[in-house]
C-alpha cells in the first residue's frame, strides 16, 4: 500500500505521522488519512475539496496534475508526499 | 478589575500589551510566525477568538479560554460545495476579516465577515458556521468589487447593542448592508456614498461603494461613521442617507475610523495622502478629530513622527476602548500607538513590531 508523508511545516499546527494507507488516487488515499484525522483535511484541502493553492503533493517524484480532483494514480507501493509550496512564502 | 489590554493583530503573530505599574507592557506572542487576520476578547464570556491566515495552510480560527494560555482549533467559517457554473468570487475562504460578538442576551452569537464577502453566524461560540445565505445570495453581490484584495470583502460588522438582530455590515467594495432580522432580510444602506475612483454614472451605485471601514457607538448606534475611499461620510440617526464631509483637514482619504463608546458625534480619522500613494501627507503623522458630528475637525500630532514617517494605519489599526479612555493605533511598519487624551497626544508604546493588521482593546 502507498505511504504518505506530510511536510514538517504542517505538523507545527496538527499531528501528521506518516501513513500506510489504501488507495489508487492521491483522492483516496488522503481521504484515508483524513477519515482519521479531519483537522488535517482543512491545511490540505480548500473549501471546494480542491488541492490548497500553496500547497503541492508530489507522488514518486513527479508533481500531480489534477490539483481539483486528485485524480493522479498512486502505485501499491508508491510514496506520496504533501509538502507546502514555496509560491505560500 | 481586570487590567487594561490591547490586543495587535500582526503579519507574525499575536501580541497582547497589559496597562500596569502606569506603563504599557507587551508580552510574549501568541503563533509567532503566522499571520493574524483578525481577533476578538468576548466580553461575555471572556473568551479569545484568532483568525489565523496561514500562508499555505488556509484560514484557521482558534479560541482560547484562559486568556492565550491554550489554544483549541476551530472548525471555523467554510464555503458550501459552489454550484456548477456560479458567477463571481470562487466559493473558497481567503481571510477572516472581522469578528464581532452578539448582545448580551445571545450568548454564544459570533459573526464573521470574510473575504470573499461572505458573512458567517455561529450560535455555539465559535463551534460552529453557516454561510448567511440571505445575503451571499443577492444578486447585487455579482457587482461588488475587490478593494485591495483580488475579491471583495466583509470587514465591519456592527451589532446594535439594544437588539442583536439589527446588523450592518461594510463590504469593500459593495456598500453597506442592513438587516432588522437577523439576516432574514438585506438591503443596502449606502445611499449617499459617491466612488469617485467610478465612471461618473456609476458613481452613486450603493454596490460598488467602497466604506473602508463602518463603526457606531454604543451610545448612538443609529448614527454610521466611515472611513470611504473617496471621503468621510456620516450617516445620521434618520438614516436619511450618507452624508458627505469635506472639512477633514489634510485629506479626507484613510482608512480607519473610531467613534467614542459614549459620544456618537466624537469620531477620529488618521488621514493619508490620497490614494495613489497611500502614505502620511508631507510623511507627517496626524490624527483627526471631531466633536461635533462632523462640522469641524481638530488635526492632533503631539507625540507622533513628524519626520520621514511612512507608516499606514489600516482599518482595522485604530481602536477606542469601551470606556473611552484610551486610543490605540498600529501601522503597516509595526509602530503602536497610544493616547491617554482622547488623541490629543500620542505616545509610543512598541516601535518594532511586525506589520500590523488589527488594533483591538480586550473586553
Known amino acids: 500500500m ?29 481521504d484515508a488519512v483524513f477519515e482519521h484525522n479531519l483537522l488535517l483535511r ?23 496534475v489534477d490539483r481539483q480532483g486528485l485524480s493522479d494514480r498512486v502505485n501499491p507501493d508508491g510514496e506520496i508526499h504533501v509538502l507546502q509550496a514555496l509560491s505560500g512564502g | 478589575m481586570t487590567a487594561d489590554r ?25 503563533f509567532l510566525g503566522d499571520p493574524v487576520s483578525m481577533m476578538l ?71 464573521a465577515g470574510t473575504i470573499p464577502g461572505g458573512l458567517f453566524r455561529s450560535d455555539d461560540h465559535g463551534d460552529s458556521w453557516r454561510l448567511v445565505r440571505s445575503l451571499w445570495d443577492r444578486p447585487e453581490r455579482l457587482q ?20 442583536g438582530r439589527r446588523v450592518t455590515v461594510g463590504i469593500s467594495c459593495g456598500g453597506v448592508w442592513h438587516t432588522d432580522d437577523a439576516g ?17 454614472d456609476q458613481q452613486g451605485n450603493e454596490n460598488v461603494q467602497d466604506p473602508h471601514r463602518v463603526v457606531a457607538s454604543r451610545a448612538g448606534p443609529d448614527i454610521l461613521w466611515t472611513q470611504h475611499h473617496s471621503r468621510i461620510f456620516r450617516r445620521g440617526a434618520d438614516a436619511a442617507g450618507w452624508i458627505e464631509l469635506d472639512t477633514a483637514p489634510l485629506s479626507g482619504f484613510g482608512f480607519a475610523v473610531a467613534v467614542h463608546p459614549a459620544d456618537p458625534d466624537t469620531a477620529w480619522f488618521v488621514p493619508a495622502e490620497s490614494d495613489a500613494k497611500r502614505v502620511p501627507v508631507d510623511a507627517r503623522w496626524v490624527v483627526n478629530r471631531t466633536q461635533d458630528g462632523g462640522r469641524s475637525f481638530e ?63 480586550a473586553g
Open chain 2, 144 to 163: 461588488w468589487l475587490g478593494g485591495g484584495y483580488d475579491h471583495p470583502g466583509i470587514h465591519s460588522i456592527v451589532v446594535d447593542p439594544r437588539d
Open chain 1, 2 to 30: 502507498p505511504k504518505i508523508m506530510f511536510a514538517s511545516h504542517v505538523q507545527r499546527h496538527v499531528p501528521a505521522p506518516d501513513r500506510v494507507v489504501a488507495g489508487e488516487t492521491v483522492r483516496a488515499a488522503l
Open chain 2, 41 to 111: 476578547d468576548d466580553p461575555r464570556d471572556g473568551a479569545l477568538y484568532a483568525a489565523l491566515n496561514l500562508g499555505h495552510f488556509g484560514v484557521k480560527l482558534r479560541r482560547s479560554r484562559d486568556d492565550g494560555k491554550s489554544w483549541e482549533e476551530l472548525a471555523g467559517p467554510a464555503f458550501p460545495p459552489q454550484p456548477e457554473g456560479a458567477e463571481g468570487s470562487p466559493w473558497k475562504l481567503v481571510q477572516i476579516w472581522s469578528l464581532e460578538a452578539g448582545t448580551g442576551t445571545e450568548p454564544g452569537v459570533l459573526w
Open chain 2, 184 to 200: 432574514d432580510n438585506w438591503r443596502n444602506v449606502a445611499q449617499g456614498m459617491r466612488a469617485g475612483y467610478m465612471p461618473p
Open chain 2, 6 to 30: 490591547i490586543r495587535v493583530a500582526t503579519r507574525k503573530g499575536l501580541f497582547t500589551l497589559t496597562h500596569t505599574r502606569g506603563a504599557w507592557r507587551i508580552g510574549a506572542p501568541a
Open chain 2, 299 to 361: 488635526t492632533f500630532s503631539a507625540g507622533l513622527p513628524q519626520d520621514a514617517c511612512y507608516d499606514l494605519v489600516y482599518r482595522h489599526g485604530l481602536d477606542i476602548d469601551a470606556r473611552g479612555r484610551w486610543l490605540a493605533m498600529g501601522s503597516t511598519s509595526g509602530s503602536l500607538w497610544v493616547s491617554g487624551d482622547q488623541g490629543e497626544s500620542w505616545f509610543c508604546a512598541a516601535a518594532n513590531l511586525p506589520p500590523i493588521y488589527a488594533v483591538r482593546f
Open chain 1, 42 to 64: 482543512g491545511y490540505v484541502l480548500d473549501d471546494q475539496g480542491h488541492l490548497r493553492k500553496h500547497v503541492t503533493i508530489f507522488v514518486d517524484g513527479a508533481r500531480i
